[in-house]
């Protein structure tokens, strides 16, 4: 379970034959996506994609579906491939009991920035980037952890969050990103939006997969993700410091932009393929300057296709939300006793849930 890097990841999912290296040449749309969506599709034991062939991005790749099927997720807890979601559940809620206990290591000359770019920084040129959904509104990245501190408490290292938002690609150095108001993020946002200050931030692209699921995962305002994930791993979680800022950054990253947010200005930002199966509207948002780009050598740039259910959003997010959910309901009512009846939907279900969520909005294909 020490996954130190998205890497390290992908070598097991191989040696468990969950992983498909596609070698034909593709392009970055709607070859990505259809691909994706095609993974997805497969249910249970679906594989994760690399792509190493794109056209008019020699020598880049770009992996997807990483966490997309619970034949993964089981290899990620160390399961046996065949442990099915009920058991994968229990191993959460036991694993959920030390997420305070990890530690931390910090690595000189880490991999994620063995090369550096700081001048005439064009994203368009660093990274294979496309369109996740045919109506996005440009292009996303979906799985980046993004990173941030509480501006009042600059050191305290519980109150440096990492996240997963949406972040739209909007120039060669330009990024916009939504965040909603009870995440952690705005909280350091409205600090420094009240004394009109900038403040620095991190998007790493290509991380560590307990990161990622940490991430992604609600835990309480001061509970450390990097100290949660090293709690899973049971080694320390190597981190290194920003070059631009006092920021901490997962090591082994593919990509790390380091920037800063723009205070009390917003811009258009959207549409964007979400979850539910529908496209979000356009609606002003923070920006982001871009300074810097660091990266490993030959980068794997990793995105997750988000479309109609279910998708790799939901296999990433659904045992590291119910489990919290289940954990206040026993609070609340102790003869709680965990029988607890676990369903995969079948493809009745999955038409019923997109015709719910995609009411009268456009559909993602």
């Not at 909603?180 to 200050?197: G, I, Q």
């Not at 393929?273 to 990266?295: C, D, L, M």
């Not at 493809?347 to 997109?354: F, L, S």
Request: proline letters at 7%; a neutral charge.
């Amino acid at each position: 379970m020490a996954f130190q890097s998205l890497r390290s990841f992908l070598d097991v999912l191989k040696n468990n034959g969950q992983l498909i290296t596609l070698h034909d040449a593709v392009y970055p749309e709607p070859d990505i996506r259809t691909y994706l969506r095609a993974a997805a599709d497969l249910g249970n034991n679906s594989p994760a994609i690399v792509f190493d062939n794109i056209r008019g991005y020699k020598n880049y790749r770009i992996a997807g579906n990483i966490h997309g099927s619970w034949v993964n997720h089981a290899i990620l807890l160390g399961m046996e491939r065949d442990a099915d979601i009920r058991e994968q559940f229990f191993q959460v809620d036991r694993l959920w009991q030390d997420l305070n206990k990890g530690e931390l290591k910090w690595v000189d000359k880490p991999p994620c920035q063995e090369f550096v770019v700081d001048k005439d920084i064009n994203l368009y040129e660093l990274m294979p980037l496309f369109r996740i959904n045919q109506q996005d509104g440009g292009y996303y990245f979906s799985k980046a952890c993004v990173i941030s501190r509480d501006p009042d408490e600059p050191e305290n290292l519980k109150k440096e969050n990492v996240g997963i938002y949406r972040v739209m690609v909007q120039g060669p150095d330009t990024l916009g990103m939504q965040p909603l108001p009870y995440h952690d993020f705005a909280r350091h946002l409205k600090k420094c939006e009240e004394k009109n200050e900038s403040f620095p931030v991190a998007i790493c692209i290509g991380n560590p997969p307990w990161l990622t699921t940490m991430a992604a995962t609600p835990l309480p305002y001061g509970q450390s993700e990097y100290k949660a994930a090293a709690a899973i791993m049971g080694e320390p979680f190597e981190l290194a410091k920003a070059i631009g800022s006092n920021l901490n950054l997962p090591a082994h990253a593919e990509y790390v932009i380091e920037g800063e947010v723009i205070p009390r200005l917003r811009f258009c930002e959207g549409p964007f393929g979400e979850f539910p199966g529908s496209y979000s509207g356009a609606r002003n948002q923070i920006r982001i300057k871009v300074n810097r780009v660091t990266h490993r050598r030959d980068p794997i740039y990793e995105t997750l296709f988000i479309g109609k259910p279910w998708t790799e959003h939901d296999t990433l997010i659904g045992l590291w939300t119910s489990v919290p959910l289940y954990k206040q309901l026993k609070a609340e009512f102790p003869e709680l006793n965990g029988k607890i009846a676990f369903h995969i939907p079948d493809e009745k279900d999955k038409r019923h849930g997109q015709a719910v969520a995609a009411a009268s909005l456009p559909k993602v294909k």
